[in-house]
């Protein structure tokens, strides 16, 4: 036995210490050195042959010794053929250059040959050459990522965190510390209007994922560029027209890890009324309880079916490549959903911190679909005309039930003998928000290689709807540790029947003309043009609020669901009076001059801007409110320098200065209290003011290679009159409060961005990492007692940071990429969002904060012959949650959930979720 080891101890010590014999090497190309992915690399007359990695690189293992043809090969590439001897061991290392092909001529390239703009190589050099600060997420990472929508995707780019929604997904970026409202969303470089009912941010979850061709996040402004982004600017690249045919097909299916633990929650809204009785019958109309389906108030738990997504796109090239066409659609359906733990806080007489009043336990089930389609057409009249005309339409429909049970603290609660009051509330709503967009451009070279026209013409609509949403309430008990229902309530708002809806309708013409010259042996480019926007918004809201008829009803007596319970209305004409039924209007005139001075490592880039803006509303049903119909006008001068120095021949050092602004939301600006929420009322402020900043940005480059690259970058932002949210006592009624917006001075924003990608043959590396500091100083309110014991309200000045904004953010990446046909990927991603401010309380060091989380996904991808492929996808591995707090705790508080010398406010849990598909690509 002794013998048989040390014999396999030999072998094993043979194996490790013996030179397996390879060839190594590089393919670059020979005018830029950036290496090349995917070549063929291949051993003329044997069967070796292997495809470079993502840095270029080759290894031919076990290769025959001796004298042999090496050839490689590339799309678009001349081939290299190269004589080589092949030795037993330690061969050198090869370093193979590539020259692009030249067998068209100049006409025929220009006409039709185009790079793919999905891949990682296209993304990085659009980082290198642009003038601008930019970050690009190519199409094909996007495909073989985690993520589905655009939320997801954009939460990888360096700087940028995302809000999510009460399913966890994502919704919202936040760009550099700076809320979503300092940001502005462009589809193939025009502006689309938002759907949100509130407010002018675009919600990117509306988004499929697959649609885009690559996704780039603008941090900086050049005159060219509207002016509304403090904090940056989303340009989603629609997929374009290939070069010959390319189909791209996907199904998959998946579940939800929370839906396989509890049941999902559902109701009726196939009889739902897309208009409220006061719509159908008119102003007069006296609704009656039939007026109200009871489909969504009728509850079921059931297993969901599985979640559904697939996608189409085709495209080609017609007639000598001089028609392009793309069609691409997409489908998702995903059954979502979080289980939460609510604790309803309140500061009372001069506490310190919040009081916990109640505790609640949520339920979100929501089943969200998503279409979307894109199309674009682009015709090449010969190399100097071109036209394109895309459209592009995206739908989001969400039926959502929650379901909470609170416990009452305040009033007969004994923990110890398991007796408490409890309120039942359910609620349901379905939305459904659009977006179209339609754009029809045209590229003229008028006086070839010096005098270009672009202009667009553009129809923008987008659509949010939330018929018929139901809240109903039901009083419960709880006695010796059992819960159980009781009464429907007689007062107040014990039931509601609400309707919103908001409309939005944009049309803008944009022009653009540029001339080149050469001036004392400089480049320069003259670039002139403007933009006119003429925006509508319709918005209505009308609530019906129904009391029980029959106050004495017990549950499990006379009723024992909620479609039998017997209801009063109160308001029978419903309620329309409300700041959000108005119309509102919003024309932007704006026009620029720009020079672009080129010479041998320097770019330079500056002009000026001015954007004029005309902005009003009109308030359908006032009641008395005394400022029913306002507006402001108001002109903006927005200079901007961008500066590009060439380094080395990989590196380049970018510097940035920009004034840009930010305007007020139509709901913003409408006085009157509108949306009445779980906890807060709230209230539009009309002297609200744009807010203006000064940005600031340097950044160092460095492109070794295709796909490898080390971003290192600084910004400052001074900014005056920023627009942030508080919750505030009405000054006539101090009992009351409101959450309204106002301008609060001047505050400051600066931080540090890092950005590294490299790969290593097959294995790679993406992380990022950004660190963010502002201050903001907002008047607080801290209670004490005077002298006679009165109990007081004294304004207090505090410091603190933007809202949304987070000290620390990054993201990880690993990868592993196998190219060709029967290739592999696999990706590892981590996010990381360090705490920030989720709501800014009214009371002194009463800010409810969101606790830091890390979120983890995985993908992989295998590629077959037959131009299939499979796929996984899984979220969310660690079940992250989403936690609120208070920065401190009260010591007279004995309900609370403490933790590291914090309150728990609220804490969400999402569980996993995973989903299994199939590819087809030509």
Known sequence: MKSTLQVLLCLLLSIATAKATSLKGYVYDQKTGEAITGASVRLENTDKAVLTGLDGSFEIKHPPVGTYTLKVSYLMYKAVLKQIVILKEDNPTLKIYLSESKDKDLSEVIISSKSDGATEKTARRIEQRSLQIVNVVSGRAIEVSPDLTVANVIQRVSGISIERSNSGDGQYAIVRGMDKRYNYTLVNGVKIPSPDNKYRYVPLDIFPSELLERLEVYKTLTPNMEADAIGGVVNMVMKDAPEKLRINANLAAGYSQLFIDRDFLSFDASGINHKSPYEIHGKNYQATTSDFPKGMVDYAAKHPAPNVVGGLSIGNRYFNDKLGILLAGSYQNNYRGSNSTFYNTQVVSTDKVSSVMSKGERQYSEQVKRYGAHAKLDYVFDKNNKLSLYNVYVDLNSLQLRDSKSVDFTSGYDPEKGNAKLNYATRTRFTEQQIYNSTLQGNHQLIPEKLKLNWSAVYSSAKNDVPDQNNINILGVRENFIDKRTFAPAIGDAYTRRWERNTEEDKAGYVDLSYNTTIAGTKVEFNAGGLYRDKQRSSFYNQYVLTSSNPEALYGREFNNYTEIAWTIKNPTGSVDNALTYDASEKISAGYGMVTLTAKNLQVIGGLRVEHTDQGYKMLFPAAELRPIGSQVYTDYLPSLNLKYKLAETQQLHASYFRSLNRPGFYEIVPGTGLIQDDYKEKGNPDLKRVIADNFDLRYELFPDGNDQLLVGAFYKKIKDPIEYSIQADPTRPQDTYYLPGNFGDARNYGLELDYIKFIHKFGIKANYTYTHSRITTPKSSRYRDGNGDLKTASVEQSRPLYGQSEHIGNISLLYKEGGKKGFDIQLAAAFTGPRINTVSQFLDNDLWQQGFVQ???????????????????????????????????????????????????????????????????
């Open 856 to 922: 983890m996904d995985f993908s992989a991808e295998k590629r077959f012959k037959n131009n299939v492929s499979i796929f996984i996808k899984a979220g969310n591995l660690l079940n992250t949650p989403s936690k609120l707090f208070i920065k401190g705790t009260n010591p007279n508080e004995t309900n609370a959930t403490l933790f590291d010398g914090k309150t728990l406010v609220r804490a969400d849990y999402y569980k996993q979720t995973y989903l299994l598909g199939l590819r087809y690509k030509i």
